[in-house]
């Protein structure tokens, strides 16, 4: 009978992760872009923000330039393509780091904790932490790597009023 508790424990777990799943879907709603008037030839003449004053240009992962993709995974989450949402490693060395200095100085969040953040935001707190990391694994057990880098490149804050890296490259560049 000692070999039933394993897989009856992998089991309830599973269970536990797949009711909680469906308590709590992942908060994904649909963005409104900003409107951009374009000529015959398609392009922009004039954009307008969206009714709450936010610039939002939508863009795919294809109209973006790989040294972006590189320059971005590089300094935000260089293991984006190999963790499942969380990468330990970096969660326990920014929680050491913090430590020793008696404050926060560095961060343990991955590119996917980051996109749960900013579809769910919660305080910075244990517990809004621990939000932000059921999240992130929930965006990944149900959307593509690429899917996840898509919701980065649109939501992401640029400053003010401006979000994602199309309205970004329009208003900064």
Do not use: C
């Not at 969380?86 to 904790?113: E, H």
Request: no cysteine; net charge positive.
């Amino acid at each position: 009978m000692r070999w039933l508790w394993p897989p009856l424990v992998f089991l309830a777990l599973a269970l536990a992760l797949y009711g909680l799943d469906r308590l709590f879907p992942l908060p994904l709603r649909e963005v409104q872009p900003a409107r951009v008037v374009v000529a015959e030839d398609g392009t922009p003449l004039w954009r307008f923000a969206d009714k709450q004053g936010v610039w939002r240009y939508p863009v795919t992962t294809e109209e973006v330039a790989p040294a972006y993709f590189e320059a971005l995974l590089n300094y935000e989450d260089r293991w984006f393509w190999r963790h499942p949402g969380i990468n330990p490693i970096a969660v326990l060395r920014a929680a050491g780091q913090n430590l020793r200095a008696g404050a926060i100085v560095s961060g343990g969040s991955t590119l996917t904790m980051q996109v749960a953040r900013l579809i769910d935001p919660q305080p910075r707190s244990f517990s809004g932490k621990a939000v932000q990391a059921w999240r992130a694994l929930q965006l990944e057990w149900h959307l593509s790597k690429r899917e996840i880098l898509t919701l980065y490149l649109n939501r992401a804050p640029f400053g003010g009023t401006v979000e994602g890296v199309g309205a970004a490259s329009w208003i900064w560049l």
